[in-house]
T-cell receptor, first 118, second 116 residues
Framework: AQKVTQAQTEISVVEKEDVTLDCVYE???????LFWYKQPPSGELVFLIR????DEQNEISGRYSWNFQKSTSSFNFTITASQVVDSAVYFC???????????????WGLGTSLAVNP | GAGVSQTPSNKVTEKGKYVELRCDPI?????LYWYRQSLGQGPEFLIY????????DSGLPNDRFFAVRPEGSVSTLKIQRTERGDSAVYLC??????????????FGPGTRLLVL
């Protein structure tokens, strides 16, 4: 079975602080993809990053960085110098590749609500 | 715009009524997905279309829920005999082809359904 755990329900920081959102996943598949999405108060899910199971390189995009470690089944997300506009719910999700069948659904964590205060 | 659009943005109905929710995917995307999100939860998969056919409908909760995509573009999620427990945000997503390596799904703004 597949599962995604985001242990942090809510995080509150002050602007300019760095913050790390944790994501731990479970799957027996060897080929899979991990995603992070942002859901601001407007409600629309915004794609942030996709990472496949064969690429453990960390990635940086502006103030955002991601740390993928297969040894601990984690795919953590760090926001550097947080801003008020970063306030949102952040979801980590998992999708597995199946040779047979057409299973393309995303398995989601419960999300972490980040509040960045001025 | 060029993103996924959903209508209506909000729908209020009475228990027992029938509702239809519409999704217009990104132009050219052949894969379309429906999810349901309750307050404080992550999205819950309902159904996935590849072209006109439902490739995976394992997430539909019961036979009151049905979805179609007759021309391989716009999709309609239909809920019969609505119940209060159906109240949620219904999200639609699309991806370019759904084939081969897994693709990023791009989401619409959702339809907020409230069943009184």
């Amino acid at each position: 079975a597949q599962k995604v755990t985001q242990a942090q329900t809510e995080i509150s920081v002050v602007e300019k602080e760095d913050v790390t959102l944790d994501c731990v996943y479970e799957t027996r598949d060897t080929t899979y993809y991990l995603f992070w999405y942002k859901q601001p108060p407007s409600g629309e899910l915004v794609f942030l990053i996709r990472r496949n199971s064969f690429d453990e390189q960390n990635e940086i995009s502006g103030r955002y960085s991601w740390n993928f470690q297969k040894s601990t089944s984690s795919f953590n997300f760090t926001i550097t110098a947080s801003q008020v506009v970063d306030s949102a719910v952040y979801f980590c999700a998992l999708s597995v590749s199946r040779i047979a069948g057409n299973n393309r659904k995303l398995i989601w964590g419960l999300g972490t609500s980040l509040a960045v205060n001025p | 715009g060029a993103g996924v659009s959903q209508t209506p943005s909000n729908k209020v109905t009475e228990k027992g009524k029938y509702v239809e929710l519409r999704c217009d995917p990104i132009s050219g995307h052949t894969a379309l997905y429906w999810y349901r999100q309750s307050l404080g939860q992550g999205p819950e998969f309902l159904i996935y279309f590849q072209g006109t056919g439902a490739a995976d409908d394992s997430g539909l909760p019961n036979d009151r829920f049905f979805a179609v995509r007759p021309e391989g573009s716009v999709s309609t999620l239909k809920i019969q005999r609505t119940e209060r427990g159906d109240s949620a945000v219904y999200l639609c997503a699309s991806s370019p082809s759904g084939q081969g390596s897994l693709e990023t799904q791009y989401f619409g703004p959702g339809t907020r359904l409230l069943v009184l």
